[in-house]
């Protein structure tokens, strides 16, 4: 496609995309690409984005970063899953944790094992209560144990989180350049991206530029014209009202997800504050209805108005586009739900240095780039879509719509497999296993009609105490730990 040496790249963007890629790109390629980022200070940051998922942890152990550092620096709390509430029903509650409930075979996972045995008349306890997250998120206790500990993730504070990983990208050699971008200039032959120009009247060259330009897509979708496919007959909120509160009570290691009569609250909290926010849609909510229903509706007292966000829920058609790059909400935007966005950086960053055309933009690159993102991001899709699709929720007209809505073949052949067969198989490019499928599945109200023959041949005293042994065991881990708050403030005074 190009031939020419890729040393100067140029990222367009400073909010959490542009900063997590600038800190992996200078980090991973050092002084073998000159990375400039310019970011406008006229021009703020989408501003929220505090719940994330377990991989993040890698992420900062290829940065190098401590971890007491990082949490000290972004007020950041750790997070055990997610507490869905009245997704299933008004009053049912479940948890979509980051573990696994117990022991499977290679034939059948644990949720054969506790379906057959529910069928069988056996007493069983709760699904959750045989996971060791789930069980640690309902008590509010944490610790971070090296080994056979609970997998987690954190809750951060987003714009402490991109001055942090701005120290981090300096360090390496990364240039942060301040002012607005009034124009991207393009190649009058191919159209590539050869420059921008900025307000002040400086250009800046590029060999390949990395769009973090947040919702505005000024690269690769306003200069570049790539196309977006919209996801909203299939995700229907395209709003949020977000706002900070005090808090009221220690923080909760986990991020709790409250249905709506016309979306979902989330409420995430950190050491200092917690952040909340109401996803809706506008064709069932006004945003003054939502401004109003959200302060109504938050714990402690604000401290900061509640500010309206528009979104349309969706993919760019390619997220690589001749010597661009998008990342973060410019390649598209799947809401908050399962805490994804941020993940999504993550993998198009470390796909985009796996995939690194230093010796010019080859199309196999660009191919292989955009069907690797397509896969993760419909994927993802589909995971979100269940939440909305699988619920007896039947009190307002966002709902009934939600309920009876087409969902794409992909997520109905899942819903119809489980339901039939007990079964979930793990795609390549599936960010969530097995165990979230079956967790939300389950939690959502969908019991399978079948379980795995290998259960019957257990006789039922010995299933019992299979699964009697588990909660024992589940249970004895998580009471060693300590409560969550108080863990953090050992953890991060011992920096
Ligand atoms: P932005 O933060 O918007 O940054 C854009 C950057 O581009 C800014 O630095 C801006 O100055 C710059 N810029 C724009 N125009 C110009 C210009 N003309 N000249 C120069 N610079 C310019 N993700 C999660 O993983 N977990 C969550 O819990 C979560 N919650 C969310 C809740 C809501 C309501 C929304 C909308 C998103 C949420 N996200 C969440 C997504 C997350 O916020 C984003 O993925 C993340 O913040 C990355 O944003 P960004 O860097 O792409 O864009």
């Avoid at 980090?27 to 406008?40: A, D, P």
């Avoid at 809505?405 to 969530?432: Q, W």
């Avoid at 039922?460 to 969550?484: A, I, N, W, Y």
């Amino acid at each position: 496609m190009n031939n020419t040496r890729i040393k100067k790249v140029v990222i367009a963007g400073g909010g959490t995309a542009g900063w997590m890629a600038a800190a992996l790109i200078s980090k991973s390629l050092g002084r073998g690409v000159e990375l400039t980022l310019v970011e406008s200070d006229a021009i703020p940051t989408v501003g929220v984005g505090e719940a994330t998922i377990p991989p993040i942890i890698n992420f900062h152990k290829v940065l190098d970063l401590g971890e007491k550092e990082f949490l000290s620096r972004v007020n950041g709390t750790f997070k055990l899953g997610i507490s869905f509430e009245g997704w299933h029903d008004l009053g049912k509650d479940y948890v979509h944790s980051f573990g696994f409930a117990g022991k499977s075979n290679w034939a059948a996972e644990f949720h054969h094992f506790w379906v057959g045995a529910k069928k069988r008349g056996i007493d069983v306890s709760q699904y959750g209560d045989y996971c060791a997250e789930h069980l640690a998120a309902r008590m509010k206790k944490f610790a971070v144990v090296p080994k056979n500990g609970v997998n987690y993730a954190y809750h951060l504070d987003a714009g402490l989180y991109a001055k942090f990983l701005r120290e981090v990208s300096e360090k390496y050699g990364a240039v942060r350049k301040e002012g607005t971008i009034a124009k991207v200039n393009l190649d009058q032959d191919d159209g590539s991206i050869k420059s921008i120009l900025l307000e002040s009247g400086e250009t800046v060259e590029g060999d390949l530029f990395v769009d973090c330009t947040g919702f505005r897509a000024l690269l690769i979708g306003e200069a570049l014209g790539t196309g977006y496919d919209d996801w909203s007959h299939w995700l229907p909120c395209n709003s949020a009202v977000a706002a900070q509160t005090e808090l009221t009570a220690p923080p909760l290691p986990y991020t709790r997800s409250i249905a709506r009569p016309f979306g979902w609250q989330w409420r995430i909290p950190l050491q200092n504050r917690a952040g909340n926010g109401l996803v809706f849609s506008s064709d069932y909510l006004s945003d003054e209805d939502a401004k109003t229903f959200l302060a109504e509706n938050v714990d402690g007292k604000l401290l900061t108005d509640p500010r309206v966000i528009k979104f349309t829920t969706g993919s760019r058609k390619v997220h690589w586009k001749k010597n661009c790059v998008a990342i973060g909400l410019s390649s598209g935007f799947l809401e908050p739900l399962e805490s994804t966005s941020i993940h999504l950086i993550q993998r198009s960053i470390t796909r985009l240095v796996q995939l690194f055309p230093s010796n010019g933009i080859k199309q196999s690159q660009v191919d292989e780039f955009n069907q690797q993102c397509r896969d993760e991001i419909e994927s993802i899709r589909d995971f979100i879509i269940l939440h909305y699709h699988v619920t007896d929720r039947d009190d307002s007209d966002f709902w009934r719509y939600c309920r009876t809505m087409d969902v794409p073949d992909s997520l109905s052949h899942r819903i119809k497999l489980f339901k039939e067969t007990g079964k979930i198989f793990k795609k390549d490019l599936d960010l969530f296993a097995e165990e979230s499928w079956v967790q939300v599945m389950m939690g959502q109200g969908l019991m399978p009609d079948a379980y795995h023959p290998v259960v019957d041949t257990m006789a039922d005293d010995s299933l019992g105490e299979f699964l009697k042994d588990t909660l024992m065991s589940t249970k004895q881990k998580v009471e060693r730990l300590p409560e969550h708050h108080e863990f953090i403030e050992y953890y991060c005074k011992s920096t």
